[in-house]
């Protein structure tokens, strides 16, 4: 404001020096600090006064005052006349628009404060970001160095690459021209050493011929005597025979030779096979029986099957000593299919062992370590127990046999008590039983004494029907030959025939086969006490002799 | 028998006694027995003679003389009655028959380590040729000389042959050149070839066992490789390392120690006994700890027959045991269990070991290193004995009797005879 008031108002400055005084006196009177303030940016305060009264002056104070109104209601103030006259001030609007623009003045005054402080934070602020800049600028710098430092010892390290790689082709290239050199180098003294040799050889013949041509008369050997030959017999003529001789010599020696080796090998391959076999025998122990899928039992049926086969065969075989290639191949294969399968269950086992180890079990028969472990401690605990107690047992039987008289004595008594009572349950029941025995037996005797006398009166009868039937059967064909036949003959003649009995019986047959079927029912009807028993009407007969015989 | 410059002696063996002095024409070279015990020959190289001595009839004399052709080596035949002289130049062989008056030429000897082998029964005689540079082998038949067969070899040059013990095959290999063991029957075939690697050097030495069953090869690669005569490939590697860190092997190692002098038994002047023991060292064997490490010697790199790879080879009698030695690690012997084909022992010795050799009954191993003391291995154990005596007497070489009793240790000068006592079972 200060700047456009001097623009405007220096034709003024005479007159207005009053009003300035007046107005800059009033300014004055409200606060220091606004003065304070008023002051920077205003002029001094000579300047002030020569300033305020510079605007108005009294020739002028119509002019300026509505030179003021105007500007004042250009900036949207109320005029400072009266609105119903001209040229006489409101005091009240020119109070309010001195207020005002003081108002004014501060809100300015504080804006510009504002505005220097921004001004001041934007300086420092200005500052800072140059120093960054310039350490970016810097630390930009120095990496670029570095960037460029890097990459030429890249570039170096690269270019010894590049050398060290020539440098190993070059030696490839040396190495393989050395060894092309050694090979040709080699050949060439090949082939010297052949020229020298072939010369040397030459030379040697030369000599050979010079040496021969001198007739040995030097070359000798001289001799006392003969000897004999080491083994006694006279040189032989050399001759095709004697050729043929050392060859065959030679053959019988190498041909034993190689006897022998077969012969060993063979014993060998017997034994290796002999051990195969058993190998075979105890691996099929090993496994498990076969209890899984039929699938397995199937194939392993087939397995196993095989080998028992394989056996007899083999067993056949080497009985033979065979060693065809088929046995032998049946043999390895049947053994490598029973090792696979030995490897397949230890593999089973392992891994049960060690999943038991892991602590989780599926199946049920598997019994981990530690279950196992449990088991045998529960083993030896009992076994301890039990060896307790047949400590104390045998402690026990100590005491019982030496222990107090009166005890043991009482305790033998009672068992001999026990033992006599026992005995003499059993007495009675033999005493009894004796009786009833021998009950039975006088039973039996009377019986037999009955039977024996019903058997003797039955074979009176018999024999008396005989001799009538004999008498009968005679009186027909003869009569006086066997008239006179007491029993006793008749029994005689019955024993006779008797003791024929056990030939053929045809010689009774005939006269006693008339009576067979009586016989038989008289028979069968005594015999129903005797003990045997009758089939047949012949037997029956016999048997009837046989008991005769026995009684007598 | 043993020869002193011109004189032949001959002892008893048991007692040493002199029992023959023969004079020769010339310094003697060399010295062999016949088969049978009754004749001695004599070779002296530089006249080119060969006399033979009758030990039943002293006044019986021979005498060979090659004259112009020179003498290079000489033997006896496996029957005890003929001498084959090889000429110089290994221009021929000659077979001289003391029995008749015939005498056969083999033509074109190679010479090599081993030209002439015979069989173990004395039946078959493998001689090496070479021909328009081409080795070949002829084998004849010893009794009546006549030539078997004669077939050529796939070498490049061949080194040595050496029958099986059981007579029926003969192995030969190349020289240290190249790597290749061939191996031929009886007949001449071709039974199988073996060839473990190719450029570097090959075999050092090979080595039947007793039973024929198995061939041992030496090489410079410090590696002896055992091959089966059932289907003549390699059963196994037996390797020479200079660090043993197995717990299996035994490692006896020799000690020398100095014996303390008692001063209470002091007295002057000293008597010999005392002061030869004052001033021998004593030494004895101990056991080393496992991991041993040996001495190890690299050799120089430009010479030629280098001392490195597995030099001597030798099984035993009973088939059980196999001792060798790597020149490169010259101290040491290794001896092998041949029934499990893995190390048992290690015997390391202070000096190079010079000469080693099993008892022909026992499973019992002498060997010794130029020093006065002979070393015994047996499975039982091990030991060292000083031969006693004024002086050094450095062991050169050692032979053992065919009994097993007794053995011969020879110094460059002197010998002596071991005896060992049986023990009373």
Redesign the interface.
């Known amino acids: 404001m200060g700047d456009w008031k001097t623009i405007t108002v220096p034709v003024l400055s005479s007159d207005s020096k009053n009003i300035f005084q007046y107005t800059s006196e009033r300014k004055r009177s409200p606060t220091s600090m606004n003065s304070q303030v008023l002051r920077l940016p205003l002029p001094s305060s000579k300047n002030m006064h020569s300033f305020f009264s510079a605007f108005c002056t009294e020739e002028n104070i119509e002019q300026s005052i509505s030179y003021i109104d105007r500007e004042l209601t250009t900036l949207g103030f109320p005029s400072i006349y009266v609105e119903s006259k001209g040229k006489e001030l409101n005091i009240i609007s020119i109070i309010n628009c001195m207020n005002e623009l003081l108002a004014l003045q501060h809100k300015n005054l504080r804006a510009q404060e504002e505005v220097e402080m921004q001004h001041l934070k934007l300086g420092s602020d200005m500052d800072h970001l140059q120093n960054c800049y310039a350490k970016l600028k810097e630390q930009l710098e120095l990496s670029k160095r570095e960037i460029v430092g890097l990459q030429e010892r890249d570039r170096q390290l690269q270019s010894k690459n590049r050398n060290l790689h020539q440098l190993l082709k070059n030696e490839k290239d040396e190495v393989q021209k050395l060894q092309n050199i050694i090979s040709s180098r080699a050949t060439q003294y090949n082939h010297d050493m052949k020229r020298k040799e072939r010369e040397y050889n030459k030379l040697k013949e030369r000599l050979h011929q010079l040496v021969m041509n001198k007739k040995d008369k030097k070359i000798a050997m001289e001799v006392l005597n003969y000897v004999g030959r080491a083994d006694g017999k006279r040189g032989a003529w050399r001759t095709d025979k004697t050729e043929a001789r050392n060859e065959e010599e030679m053959y019988k020696v190498l041909l034993s030779d190689y006897e022998q080796r077969q012969k060993q090998l063979l014993v060998e391959n017997a034994e290796l096979k002999k051990v195969l076999q058993q190998m075979k025998k105890e691996i099929i122990s090993l496994l498990p029986p076969q209890k899984q899928k039929p699938k397995e039992r199937s194939e392993d049926g087939l397995v196993l099957s095989d080998p028992e086969e394989d056996i007899g065969e083999l067993n056949k075989e080497n009985m033979w000593e065979l060693s065809c290639e088929t046995v032998r191949e049946q043999l390895t294969n049947s053994i490598r299919k029973q090792w696979r399968m030995l490897k397949n269950h230890v593999e089973k086992l392992d891994n049960q062992v060690s999943r038991g180890h892991s602590g989780a079990w599926n199946e049920k028969d598997v019994i981990s370590r530690e279950d196992h472990e449990l088991e045998t401690e529960k083993l030896e605990l009992e076994i301890q127990q039990c060896k307790e107690m047949i400590k104390t047992q045998q402690q026990l039987l100590q005491q019982q046999l030496t222990c107090d008289d009166d005890t043991t004595l009482l305790l033998q008594d009672c068992y001999l008590l026990e033992e006599r009572e026992r005995l003499q349950e059993e007495w009675r029941l033999f005493r009894e039983q004796k009786k009833n025995f021998e009950k039975e037996r006088r039973s039996f005797t009377e019986a037999a004494i009955r039977l024996g006398l019903e058997r003797k009166a039955f074979e009176e009868d018999r024999g008396t029907w005989l001799k009538q039937q004999f008498l009968s059967m005679t009186a027909d064909c003869k009569h006086s030959e066997n008239v006179t036949t007491p029993s006793s003959d008749q029994d005689n003649w019955l024993v006779k025939s008797t003791s024929q009995q056990r030939k053929p019986p045809s010689v009774l047959n005939g006269p006693v086969s008339a009576e067979p079927c009586q016989t038989s029912q008289y028979i069968t009807h005594n015999s129903a006490e005797s003990k045997k028993i009758a089939g047949d009407s012949m037997p029956n007969l016999w048997v009837e002799s046989d008991d005769k015989e026995e009684t007598e | 028998a043993s020869c002193v410059q011109h004189c032949l002696v001959v002892r008893d063996a048991s007692s040493l006694q002199v029992r023959q002095i023969y004079t020769c024409l010339d310094q003697i070279q060399y010295l062999e027995w016949s088969?049978?015990s009754l004749?001695i020959l004599c070779a002296m190289y530089k006249r080119g003679i060969v006399q033979v001595w009758?030990l039943e009839q002293p006044?019986?004399?021979?005498?060979?003389?090659?004259?112009?052709?020179g003498l290079v080596a000489s033997c006896w035949s496996p029957?005890?009655?003929h001498i084959l002289n090889t000429?110089e130049?290994?221009?021929?062989i000659t077979v001289?028959?003391?029995?008749?008056?015939?005498?056969s030429y083999i033509k074109y000897p190679k010479s090599c380590q081993q030209g002439v082998v015979f069989t173990k029964d004395g039946?078959?005689m493998a001689v090496a040729e070479?021909?328009?540079?081409k080795d070949f082998i002829s084998i004849f038949?010893c009794s009546?000389w006549?030539l078997?067969r004669h077939f050529d070899t796939e070498t490049?040059d061949l080194f040595g042959i050496e029958w099986a013990p059981?007579?029926?095959v003969l192995a030969a290999w190349d020289s240290c050149l190249e790597y290749k063991l061939l191996l031929y029957?009886?007949?001449g075939r071709l039974l199988s070839s073996y060839r473990a690697y190719e450029w570097p050097l090959g075999i050092k030495s090979v080595a039947w066992s007793p039973s024929s069953q198995f061939l041992a090869i030496g090489s410079f690669d410090e590696k002896v490789r055992i091959l089966n005569h059932?289907t003549w490939r390699k059963v196994t590697e037996f390797e020479h390392p200079a660090t043993i860190a197995s717990k299996k092997t035994i490692v006896y190692k020799e000690v020398e120690k100095s014996p303390s002098v008692e001063t209470e038994r002091l007295f002057f002047p000293p008597t010999r006994a005392l002061a030869s023991s004052l001033f021998s060292t004593q030494s004895k064997y101990e056991i080393s700890q496992v991991p041993v490490s040996l001495q190890y010697i690299k050799p120089v790199a430009d010479r030629a027959n280098p001392k490195m790879g597995v030099g001597m080879l030798a099984f035993s009698a009973d088939n059980c045991f196999l001792a060798t030695k790597n020149d490169n690690i010259p101290n040491a012997v290794w001896i092998w269990d041949i029934r499990k084909l893995k190390l048992l022992v290690v015997l390391e010795q202070l000096c190079p070991i010079q000469c080693l050799q099993w008892d022909p009954r026992q499973p019992r191993l002498a060997l010794c290193t130029g020093t006065s003391r002979v070393f015994l291995w047996s499975p039982a154990g091990c030991m060292a004995v000083q031969v006693p005596g004024e002086g050094d007497f450095q062991i050169v070489s050692l032979s053992w009797h065919s009994s097993g009793d007794s053995m011969v240790l020879l110094s460059k000068d002197n010998f002596c005879v071991c005896y060992l006592e049986r023990e009373e079972v």
């Open positions: 088969s049978d004749f009758s006044d019986w004399h021979c005498k060979i003389d090659e004259g112009s052709a029957d005890g009655r000429t130049f290994h221009l021929r001289w028959s003391l029995c008749t008056k015939s005498v039946r078959y070479r021909r328009d540079c038949v009546n006549q078997l490049q059981n007579g029926c029957s009886l007949d059932v």
